[in-house]
C-alpha cells in the first residue's frame, strides 16, 4: 500500500492509491445493489402492477432518504472522526436489498428503497472524505477514480438485472447480500487506515477554513454549482429511470434489450466520470464544468428524435460528456469551501441527488398523462440551464 508520509507539515504526501482504490471498488459494490433498484422497475411494474406515478415514488423515496441524511452525517463527521459507519452503511444498503427480493406489497418496497438511501447517506460522505486524505493532493484523480467505481455499479446493474434477476426471478435479489458482505470487510480495513492516518497527522495544525473569496461571491458559486448538479440529476433521473420504457415504447424492443441500452449510457457515464477528474487537475475543474455541462446540449436536444441506432450513440456521447462534470464540481465545492470535505460530500451526493429524485417522480406524471416520448422532448431542453456556470468565479491561484 502507498503510504501517507507525515516527516514535516510542509512535505507533500504519497497518494494513497491502495485505499482509493478501496473506496472505489466499495463505490461500486454499493451502486451495483443500489442500481438494481432502477433496473428492475420493468419487473417491478408488472409484478405489483404499478402506474409511473408509483415508478417516480420510489426513486423519490430513495433519493430523498439519502438527500436527507446526507448533508447531516457531513457536517457530524466534519466535527468528530468517526471512522466505523461506513462498513455499517453496506449492512443497511444490502437489508434494504433482502426486503426488496421478498416484498409482497408496493408499501414495502418503498421501505426497502428508504434502506437503500441510509446507506447511500452514510458511505457517499465519508467514503468521499476518505479519497480526499489518500490522494496526496491529486484531488481530481482522488475523486474521479472514487466516482468511476459507482457509475462502474451503476453501469453493472442492469446487466445483472437482465442476465440473472430477470430469468430467476425478484427473489434472486438475495444473492446479492454476498456482494454487502465483501464490501463490508473492504471498508473495515479501509476503516483502519483512516484511524492510523488520523494518529499520524494528530500532531498536524489543522486544515485551514478561510474562505477564498468573500462569504457572499462563495454562497453564491456553491448555489451555482448545487443548481447545475441538480439539473443533471434531473436528466440522468430521467434516463436511469424510465430510458428502458422510452426504447421499448418508441422501437418495441424487448427488456434484455433495453437494459443493453440503458447499460450502454451508464458505462459511457463512468467513462467520462474518470476522465472529467484528472482532467480538472491539469486544466481547472471550472474548465471541465464549462466543457460538461455546455457540450451536451445540442446531443441531448437530438436524442428524442433519433433512430434506434442514433439513440444508441447519442446515449454514449451524452453519457460520456455530461458525466465528467461531477467530480469537477465536487472539487471547485470543496476548495470554496476548504476544511468542510464531508459537509460538501453531502450536500453535493445527497441533496443536490434529491432532485434528481423529486425530478423523477415528477416525470413520472407527465409520463402517465402525456407519454414517455414526451417526457424525453422535455428533458432534452434541461441542460440548456448549464449557461448558468458562466456565474461561476476564477478562484485565486494557491
Same mark, same amino acid.
Given at each position: =500500500?502507498?503510504?501517507?508520509?507525515?516527516t514535516?507539515?510542509i512535505?507533500?504526501?504519497?497518494?494513497?492509491?491502495?485505499v482509493?482504490?478501496a $473506496?472505489?471498488?466499495c463505490? =461500486?459494490?454499493?451502486?451495483?445493489?443500489q442500481s438494481?433498484l432502477? @433496473?428492475?422497475?420493468?419487473?417491478?411494474?408488472?409484478?405489483?402492477s404499478?402506474?409511473?406515478?408509483?415508478?417516480?415514488?420510489?426513486?423519490?423515496t430513495?433519493?430523498?432518504t439519502?438527500s =436527507?441524511?446526507?448533508?447531516?452525517? *457531513?457536517?457530524i463527521?466534519?466535527?468528530? @472522526?468517526l471512522?466505523?459507519p461506513?462498513p455499517?452503511?453496506?449492512?443497511?444498503?444490502?437489508?434494504g436489498?433482502?426486503?426488496l427480493?421478498?416484498a409482497h406489497d408496493?408499501?414495502?418496497l418503498?421501505?426497502?428503497?428508504s434502506?437503500?438511501?441510509?446507506?447511500?447517506?452514510?458511505f457517499h460522505?465519508?467514503?468521499?472524505?476518505? @479519497?480526499?486524505?489518500?490522494?496526496?493532493?491529486?484531488?481530481?484523480?482522488?475523486?474521479s477514480?472514487?466516482?468511476?467505481?459507482?457509475?462502474?455499479?451503476?453501469?453493472? *446493474?442492469?446487466?445483472?438485472?437482465?442476465?440473472?434477476?430477470?430469468?430467476?426471478g425478484?427473489?434472486?435479489?438475495s444473492?446479492?447480500?454476498?456482494?454487502a458482505i465483501?464490501g463490508?470487510?473492504?471498508?473495515s480495513w479501509?476503516?483502519t487506515?483512516?484511524?492510523r492516518?488520523?494518529?499520524?497527522? #494528530?500532531?498536524?495544525?489543522a486544515?485551514?477554513?478561510?474562505?477564498?473569496?468573500?462569504?457572499?461571491r462563495?454562497?453564491?458559486? $456553491?448555489?451555482?454549482l448545487?443548481l447545475?448538479?441538480?439539473?443533471?440529476n434531473?436528466y =440522468?433521473?430521467?434516463?436511469?429511470?424510465?430510458?428502458? !420504457?422510452?426504447?421499448i415504447?418508441?422501437f418495441?424492443?424487448d $427488456?434484455?434489450?433495453?437494459?443493453?441500452?440503458?447499460?450502454?449510457f451508464?458505462g459511457?457515464a463512468a467513462? *467520462?466520470?474518470?476522465l472529467?477528474?484528472p482532467i480538472?487537475?491539469r486544466?481547472g475543474?471550472?474548465f471541465?464544468?464549462?466543457?460538461s455541462i455546455l457540450?451536451?446540449?445540442?446531443?441531448?436536444? #437530438?436524442?428524442?428524435?433519433?433512430?434506434l441506432?442514433?439513440?444508441g450513440?447519442l446515449?454514449?456521447?451524452?453519457?460520456?460528456?455530461?458525466?465528467s462534470? !461531477?467530480s469537477a464540481?465536487?472539487?471547485?465545492?470543496?476548495?470554496?469551501?476548504?476544511g468542510?470535505?464531508?459537509?460538501?460530500?453531502g450536500?453535493?451526493?445527497? !441533496? @443536490?441527488?434529491?432532485f434528481g429524485?423529486?425530478?423523477?417522480?415528477?416525470?413520472?406524471i407527465f409520463a402517465?398523462r402525456q407519454?414517455i416520448?414526451?417526457?424525453?422532448?422535455?428533458?432534452s431542453y434541461?441542460?440548456?440551464?448549464?449557461?448558468?456556470?458562466?456565474?461561476l468565479?476564477?478562484?485565486?491561484?494557491?
Amino acid at each position: =500500500m502507498s503510504t501517507v508520509t507525515s516527516t514535516s507539515g510542509i512535505s507533500p504526501e504519497k497518494t494513497a492509491f491502495s485505499v482509493i482504490l478501496a $473506496v472505489s471498488f466499495c463505490h =461500486m459494490l454499493n451502486d451495483i445493489m443500489q442500481s438494481l433498484l432502477t @433496473a428492475l422497475y420493468p419487473l417491478l411494474k408488472a409484478n405489483y402492477s404499478l402506474d409511473f406515478v408509483q415508478i417516480g415514488l420510489l426513486t423519490f423515496t430513495f433519493q430523498l432518504t439519502a438527500s =436527507m441524511l446526507q448533508p447531516a452525517v *457531513g457536517i457530524i463527521t466534519d466535527r468528530w @472522526a468517526l471512522p466505523y459507519p461506513l462498513p455499517l452503511a453496506m449492512l443497511s444498503t444490502c437489508s434494504g436489498l433482502i426486503l426488496l427480493a421478498n416484498a409482497h406489497d408496493f408499501w414495502v418496497l418503498l421501505v426497502a428503497a428508504s434502506l437503500i438511501g441510509v446507506g447511500s447517506a452514510i458511505f457517499h460522505p465519508e467514503s468521499s472524505r476518505i @479519497a480526499r486524505l489518500a490522494s496526496g493532493g491529486r484531488h481530481g484523480l482522488a475523486q474521479s477514480l472514487f466516482q468511476v467505481g459507482g457509475n462502474a455499479g451503476s453501469a453493472m *446493474g442492469p446487466l445483472l438485472a437482465a442476465f440473472i434477476v430477470i430469468p430467476f426471478g425478484q427473489g434472486s435479489l438475495s444473492w446479492f447480500s454476498i456482494v454487502a458482505i465483501i464490501g463490508f470487510f473492504v471498508l473495515s480495513w479501509v476503516s483502519t487506515w483512516y484511524v492510523r492516518h488520523r494518529r499520524t497527522t #494528530m500532531s498536524r495544525a489543522a486544515p485551514s477554513r478561510a474562505l477564498p473569496l468573500p462569504k457572499g461571491r462563495v454562497m453564491w458559486a $456553491v448555489a451555482v454549482l448545487v443548481l447545475l448538479t441538480a439539473t443533471k440529476n434531473v436528466y =440522468m433521473a430521467s434516463i436511469s429511470s424510465y430510458f428502458t !420504457f422510452f426504447v421499448i415504447e418508441k422501437f418495441g424492443i424487448d $427488456v434484455q434489450q433495453a437494459q443493453l441500452m440503458l447499460f450502454l449510457f451508464l458505462g459511457a457515464a463512468a467513462a *467520462g466520470t474518470f476522465l472529467g477528474g484528472p482532467i480538472g487537475d491539469r486544466y481547472g475543474a471550472r474548465f471541465v464544468i464549462w466543457f460538461s455541462i455546455l457540450g451536451v446540449i445540442p446531443f441531448a436536444l #437530438m436524442l428524442p428524435y433519433a433512430n434506434l441506432f442514433w439513440t444508441g450513440v447519442l446515449s454514449v456521447i451524452i453519457g460520456l460528456i455530461f458525466s465528467s462534470a !461531477f467530480s469537477a464540481i465536487v472539487v471547485f465545492a470543496q476548495e470554496l469551501v476548504p476544511g468542510r470535505v464531508g459537509l460538501i460530500a453531502g450536500v453535493f451526493f445527497g !441533496f @443536490a441527488f434529491g432532485f434528481g429524485g423529486m425530478g423523477a417522480a415528477v416525470l413520472g406524471i407527465f409520463a402517465d398523462r402525456q407519454g414517455i416520448e414526451f417526457v424525453y422532448t422535455i428533458c432534452s431542453y434541461l441542460p440548456l440551464l448549464g449557461i448558468l456556470t458562466i456565474l461561476l468565479p476564477k478562484l485565486p491561484t494557491r
